[in-house]
T-cell receptor
Framework: EDQVTQSPEALRLQEGESSSLNCSYTVSGLRGLFWYRQDPGKGPEFLFTLYSAGEEKEKERLKATLTKKESFLHITAPKPEDSATYLCAVQGASGAGSYQLTFGKGTKLSVIP | DTGVSQNPRHKITKRGQNVTFRCDPISEHNRLYWYRQTLGQGPEFLTYFQNEAQLEKSRLLSDRFSAERPKGSFSTLEIQRTEQGDSAMYLC??????????????FGPGTRLTVL
């Protein structure tokens, strides 16, 4: 069974204070690891897909990295508008045609002006 | 390119009533997924379709839940005899199947169900 653990559960940062969010996972064959941003009362918004260890992707102040056991979402010089819950999910290759995502509980990020 | 849309956005119902939600995926996306999310938790997989075929169902999907995707376009999720434990955000996502590798799922805004 695929599992995803995210830490910390909540993170408060001052504006401009860089930090990282962690996503540890166990999966039977990784098809992909996904990062989403979710604002209160809304659906998850896609950020990144990573497929193999060593891969990195960037978008504005966000950078996602992947190893065989975990992924990090690095936030550089965050702004208040980056406040949201960040969700990590994996798509395993167990069973033919299994494309469901297994999510962690998320990290709630608050950026204080 | 319009995103995934879901209707209604909010639904309040009394215990024991039936409810139906609709999801319109991104056009030309052949895979469609339903998830359920409760407060403080990540989304949990319920079921998924490839075109009109329902290929996988979670153990979470009790006999009171049924989903359809006629003609491989929009999808409906029906909950019969609702219970208070069904209160949650119901999320729909769609993706375009690739021959290899993972595929990115794009989510709709969700339908918030409250069972009184």
């Amino acid at each position: 069974e695929d599992q995803v653990t995210q830490s910390p559960e909540a993170l408060r940062l001052q504006e401009g204070e860089s930090s990282s969010l962690n996503c540890s996972y166990t999966v039977s064959g990784l098809r992909g690891l996904f990062w989403y941003r979710q604002d209160p009362g809304k659906g998850p918004e896609f950020l990144f897909t990573l497929y193999s260890a060593g891969e990195e992707k960037e978008k504005e102040r966000l950078k996602a990295t992947l190893t065989k056991k975990e992924s990090f979402l690095h936030i550089t010089a965050p702004k208040p508008e980056d406040s949201a819950t960040y969700l990590c999910a994996v798509q395993g290759a167990s069973g033919a045609g299994s494309y469901q995502l297994t999510f962690g509980k998320g990290t709630k990020l608050s950026v204080i002006p | 390119d319009t995103g995934v849309s879901q209707n209604p956005r909010h639904k309040i119902t009394k215990r024991g009533q039936n409810v139906t939600f609709r999801c319109d995926p991104i056009s030309e996306h052949n895979r469609l997924y339903w998830y359920r999310q409760t407060l403080g938790q990540g989304p949990e997989f319920l079921t998924y379709f490839q075109n009109e075929a329902q290929l996988e169902k979670s153990r979470l999907l009790s006999d009171r839940f049924s989903a359809e995707r006629p003609k491989g376009s929009f999808s409906t999720l029906e909950i019969q005899r609702t219970e208070q434990g069904d209160s949650a955000m119901y999320l729909c996502a769609s993706s375009l199947a690739l021959l290899a590798g993972g595929n990115t799922q794009y989510f709709g805004p969700g339908t918030r169900l409250t069972v009184l």
